[in-house]
Structures are given as C-alpha cells and as structure tokens.
C-alpha cells in the first residue's frame, strides 16, 4: 500500500519512476520518488518507515535504482570505471516491538552540490546542442574532495546514531555501506575502530550503483548468511547533494 522509489537517473522528468513500477506491478498504492543520489535508499527507507510507524502503510516497497551509465562520460577514467547500473529493493512491515529502524539519521549540506553534480538538462539549464558537445549533461564529479568529505560523513553519522541507540560498534553485527569507493569504506571503517571482517563489500563484482547498493548489498549478505534474525545492522549511504542517511536496524 506504499511504493518508494530511491533515484536520481529516472526514465522521464515525470511521471516518477515509482508510477511507472507501480503501473507494472498493478499496485493500489500511491508511489513517489525520493532523489537523494546514492542515499536515496536510506532517504527512501526512512520515508517509508514513517508511514508504517505511524500506521498510515502497513507494507511498503522500498526500491533503490540507478542506470549510472546513462550519465558517465565513457572517456572519463576519473568517474565511468567506478559505476554500475543496478536495482535493488526490500519489503518494509510492521514486525516484532524489538524489530526494525532503531535509529536513524539523514543530513544534507547543499553548499556542496558542485562536487558532484550533473550541471546541465534541468530546468535552469536545460539542453542545447552546445552544452552537449561540452559534455555538460554529463556526471561530473571532485573526486578528491569528496573521498574527504565522505570519510567524514560516514563517520561522523554512525557515531551519531550508534550513541543515540546507547550501543558501540561491539554490538553491531554488520555494517552495510553504500559501495563507493573502497578507499572510502576502508578509512572509514580504519577511523571507526571496525575490523573489514564486519563490513559487508561486493564493490568488485558491481562496482557504485549509486541507490541501488545498499539494497543489493543486503541481498548479497543474505545470500552468504551474514545477517541472521536479531542482528543488528547499521547501513550508511552518502552522496551527491550533498546527502547521507545513517540507519541502525534491528534484523
């Protein structure tokens, strides 16, 4: 009775990626899309949770997804090897008083959208046959300072939601990231005390899918037996925006 869509590559300006999904699936549900880069899913999964705490929805499809292909420079080895296309998703409901979002936090600092951004093909500079020849509606992207800014953002966010659920890292049974960028996940997770052993990775295989990875990376540490009923899991996405969403779940 809910459909939420986390995307920032969506088949049409509108209708939303999640109408077109709802029409699909048949669903008698109002459906939205949340573009929040590559937090979208942590963006999404909060909304979502929302509506089922406050009994508004009593299932929700929450969807991450993104086809990164269509918006990298394929010449451009700064940014078109590290992306993949993807899509992934999870089925919120109400569980059990000691289940589901512990704590959560999503922040946003808009004072740094130029690090990562796509400058052309909205509406205050929409498309002209000048501006693609530049390669201007294309991802763009500062890499080193936005490997800085989300070491610190991944962080600086666990640490905020971990001590407001009275918990350590001890407790946390697994520890699902946005798939970035190793180099980020490891510094973080150097910073945070926490052994790679505990930090579920399938860069390798996917490379970013932007939204898409935190759902596929749960689906992955399921198949591998890595989160088992009771866990408690922190995800954490980060991105364009800029934007992060820290969530504490209790499996």
């Known amino acids: 009775d809910l459909l939420v869509a986390g995307t920032s590559t969506p088949d049409f300006r509108f209708p939303s990626t999640a109408c077109l999904v709802q029409n699909k699936l048949q669903l008698d549900a109002p459906a939205m899309d949340i573009q929040a880069a ?30 990164n292909s269509r918006i990298v420079r394929p010449d451009d080895q700064r940014t078109a090897p590290l992306f993949g296309d993807g899509a992934g998703a999870v089925i919120l409901q109400p569980g059990d008083r000691d289940q589901g979002l512990v704590c959560y936090q999503l922040g946003a600092d808009g004072s740094g959208g130029s690090l990562l951004d796509r400058p052309a093909g909205g509406s205050t500079l929409p498309l002209t046959p000048e501006l693609v020849q530049e390669g201007r509606h294309f991802l763009q992207m500062d890499g080193r300072n936005v490997f800085k ?33 190793i180099r980020i996940i490891d510094h973080a997770m150097k910073e945070l005390g926490i052994h790679t052993s505990r930090v579920f990775n399938n860069l390798s295989t996917v490379g970013n899918t932007s939204a898409a990875s935190i759902p596929l990376a749960l689906d992955g540490a399921l198949q591998k037996g890595l989160i088992r009923r009771g866990d408690l899991i922190v995800m954490c996405g980060f991105g364009a925006g800029l934007t992060w969403g820290t969530g504490l779940f209790r499996w």
């Open 38 to 67: 590559c937090s979208g899913f942590m963006y999404s999964l909060a909304t979502a949770a929302q509506f089922i705490a406050s009994g508004n929805a009593r299932c929700a499809l929450v969807i991450g997804a993104d086809v």
């Open 149 to 181: 800014w989300a070491i610190h953002a991944v962080t600086e966010s666990i640490t905020t939601v971990l001590e407001k659920a009275g918990v350590t890292t001890d407790d946390v049974s697994l520890f699902v990231l946005h798939q970035a960028n």
